[in-house]
């Protein structure tokens, strides 16, 4: 059974994967407009761009979503430490 040092852990590291939405900006700089404009390949940059840059906003969200869903687990397991504490 999870603890809330488990949840918690899961949440921190949730949160950091979700982080990983920011490597696209260096590639999108360096693969970007000024770089390759027009033509097949530019298009085919700017659309794999994209379709990268919405994957990693959704898969952020939901990753953060997660997060979220362990800290609450996590409080609940210290409620329900504190109450059978109490006991």
């Known amino acids: 059974m999870p603890t809330s040092f488990d949840f918690d852990l899961a949440a921190a590291l949730f949160d950091s994967v979700a982080e990983l939405e920011t490597i696209l900006a260096p590639a999108?700089?360096?693969?970007?407009r000024?770089?390759?404009?027009?033509?097949?390949?530019?298009?085919?940059?700017?659309?794999?761009l994209d379709a990268t840059?919405?994957?990693l906003a959704s898969t952020a969200a939901t990753l953060q979503a997660d997060a979220r869903l362990c800290r609450q687990r996590a409080d609940d397991c210290r409620a329900y430490g504190a109450a059978v504490a109490a006991y």
């Open 28 to 32: 999108a700089a360096a693969l970007g």
């Open 34 to 48: 000024d770089t390759v404009s027009g033509g097949q390949l530019g298009l085919l940059i700017d659309a794999t």
């Open 53 to 55: 840059s919405h994957t």
